[in-house]
């Protein structure tokens, strides 16, 4: 298994920048797919960006597509997420998570570890 535990998290403003880590140890870091998630005060958590195992292919929400960048840097077995331009609607706790299936996933339930989160809150 994996243990993942995010940082990076904080006040931003509107139109700023931020960028997430998520440091991942255990078995390798390559054996998983791995996604952001994130759930704004009073929502369900939902899916934002995911990457592939050798980070060539990336998928995002159409909500953050052009804004947000997921990346992955195996040597140091961290994920990350750029945020840029971020928007107060972008206000959330993120998780990242991991996947150990086949293919790329978009649902909670397609995902098997998750981090504990890291608050986004962005000001207007």
């Known amino acids: 298994q994996v243990q993942l535990v995010e940082s990076g998290g904080g006040l931003v403003q509107a139109g700023g920048s931020l960028r997430l880590s998520c440091a991942a140890s255990?078995?390798?870091?390559?054996?998983?797919?791995m996604g952001w998630f994130r759930q704004p005060p009073g929502k369900e958590r939902e899916f934002v960006t995911g990457?592939?195992?050798?980070?060539?292919?990336?998928y995002y929400a159409d909500s953050v597509k052009g804004r947000f960048t997921i990346s992955r840097d195996t040597a140091k077995n961290t994920l990350y997420l750029q945020i840029n331009s971020p928007k107060p609607e972008d206000s959330a706790l993120y998780y990242c998570?991991?996947?150990?299936?086949?293919?790329?996933?978009?649902?909670?339930?397609?995902?098997?570890?998750w981090g504990q989160g890291t608050q986004v809150t962005v000001s207007s």
């Open positions: 255990g078995r390798t870091f390559r054996a998983y797919v």
């Open positions: 990457i592939g195992r050798y980070g060539f292919r990336t």
């Open positions: 998570a991991a996947r150990q299936g086949l293919g790329l996933g978009r649902r909670e339930y397609e995902y098997d570890y």
